[in-house]
């Protein structure tokens, strides 16, 4: 072998290094999250211009994290499902009947089950009051994952189902009343602060951390992208598609009770009409922050900044003087504007990561002898 030779070979055998991406190369890889990062930035100025005098005081600033606080446990959970290539329907209701079933138990009314009459356990007992209504949220993401993993039942269909057992159980069992006895947890949760920054906040703020550390950081969150990325080519990869789902079901409704009980405190009272409000803001904010309804794309940080919008904008809207009837109006052209962008950065951030999956693999192949066309071989 001559020296050329060898140093041809040496040079294919190392390997390729690759430049450091330039800013522009981040800001297409990561457009999902810049460009709501972005719409954040710019709809908070607006407002500033808009209402300089209320929109930036320090009590306007707390309304509007305590808001979106709520929304938070919710969103987190529509996160797991939207990740997963799923929809679930039933989350706001599954709060409100976690939240309904708690204080009724908890302030000692019975609690009628059909065909077992009156259940009246956990009388002011904060732990089995807690427990029940997290047991609850269990069984209903077991019913959903199961309708949806094992009996292929579309997640639309299904958790529309499910919504409607929560909304009727919770009607059922309040009998239209309004509870004010609530659990002592619940109040401090959802309705001190600590400090200056309210108790809301930092629970929210707890759950957002925890639910980033798991996709991000665990085998868990890895199956969760790879089922909604590719669900043949995970279940070739040996992960149990129909296991991750029904987990994930599981984890977004025992998400949403939780977040049920702490909107009691944060309300003030517990009533089955409540969670109305909850169910469009929750999706509309897991979307505006750039996760894929298609799955595989996003994640907490996404969902983050899209609370964040989310917030702003409905606050915002209140600070600045429009007409009442706008307001909705408003509202929905600029969420309608933001999933528009969010879209086109998806496809933008594909593109760039297409591309950088291409380039080494052409390097590789300029850089390799085996490359080299047949005509400059030496004939035998």
């Keep these: 072998m001559t020296g050329s030779e060898s140093e041809l070979v040496a040079q294919s055998a190392a390997p390729t290094r690759r430049a450091p991406p330039s800013i522009r190369d981040w800001l297409q890889r990561n457009a999902t999250l810049v460009a709501p990062t972005v719409a954040l930035i710019g709809l908070s100025a607006l407002f500033v211009v808009l209402a300089p005098n209320t929109f930036l005081t320090p009590g306007n600033i707390r309304n509007i994290l305590s808001q979106t606080s709520v929304l938070a446990f919710l969103a987190t959970g529509v996160t797991f499902i939207l990740l997963v290539g799923e929809i679930d329907l039933?989350?706001?209701?599954?709060?409100?009947?976690?939240?309904?079933?708690?204080?009724?138990?908890?302030?000692?009314?019975?609690?009628?089950?059909?065909?077992?009459?009156?259940?009246?356990?956990?009388?002011?007992?904060?732990?089995?009051?807690?427990?029940?209504?997290?047991?609850?949220?269990?069984?209903?993401?077991?019913?959903?994952?199961?309708?949806?993993?094992?009996?292929?039942?579309?997640?639309?269909?299904?958790?529309?189902?499910?919504?409607?057992?929560?909304?009727?159980?919770?009607?059922?069992?309040?009998?239209?009343?309004?509870?004010?006895?609530?659990?002592?947890?619940?109040?401090?949760?959802?309705?001190?602060?600590?400090?200056?920054?309210?108790?809301?906040?930092?629970?929210?703020?707890?759950?957002?951390?925890?639910?980033?550390?798991?996709?991000?950081?665990?085998?868990?969150?890895?199956?969760?992208?790879?089922?909604?990325?590719?669900?043949?080519?995970?279940?070739?990869?040996?992960?149990?598609?129909?296991?991750?789902?029904?987990?994930?079901?599981?984890?977004?409704?025992?998400?949403?009770?939780?977040?049920?009980?702490?909107?009691?405190?944060?309300?003030?009272?517990?009533?089955?009409?409540?969670?109305?409000?909850?169910?469009?803001?929750?999706?509309?904010?897991?979307?505006?922050?750039?996760?894929?309804?298609?799955?595989?794309?996003g994640g907490i940080a996404n969902t983050t900044v899209g609370l964040l919008l989310y917030g702003v904008l409905n606050n915002g809207l209140d600070q600045v003087q429009m007409d009442i009837y706008l307001k909705p109006f408003a509202r929905g052209a600029f969420l309608l504007v933001a999933i528009v962008f969010n879209i086109a950065a998806l496809g933008i951030a594909s593109r760039s990561r297409a591309r950088l999956v291409k380039e080494p693999d052409d390097v590789g192949k300029r850089a390799s002898p085996s490359a080299a066309p047949a005509e400059v071989e030496n004939p035998k």
């Design 90 to 297: 039933s989350v706001a209701n599954v709060a409100v009947l976690s939240g309904v079933m708690s204080a009724l138990m908890f302030s000692g009314i019975p609690i009628t089950i059909p065909l077992l009459g009156g259940l009246n356990i956990g009388a002011h007992n904060e732990a089995v009051s807690i427990a029940a209504a997290l047991v609850l949220g269990v069984v209903m993401g077991v019913l959903s994952g199961t309708l949806v993993a094992r009996l292929k039942v579309p997640s639309f269909i299904a958790t529309l189902g499910v919504m409607m057992l929560a909304d009727g159980l919770s009607y059922y069992w309040s009998q239209g009343r309004i509870i004010y006895d609530l659990m002592p947890v619940a109040t401090a949760l959802g309705g001190t602060s600590w400090g200056p920054i309210p108790a809301i906040v930092l629970s929210a703020a707890a759950v957002l951390v925890l639910a980033h550390i798991v996709l991000s950081r665990t085998r868990f969150g890895r199956y969760i992208y790879m089922t909604g990325a590719n669900r043949a080519a995970a279940e070739l990869a040996g992960v149990s598609t129909r296991r991750v789902l029904l987990q994930v079901f599981v984890v977004s409704a025992v998400l949403s009770s939780i977040g049920g009980i702490i909107n009691v405190g944060y309300l003030g009272s517990a009533e089955a009409r409540t969670g109305d409000e909850l169910l469009l803001p929750a999706i509309a904010a897991v979307v505006l922050g750039g996760t894929s309804v298609f799955g595989g794309r």
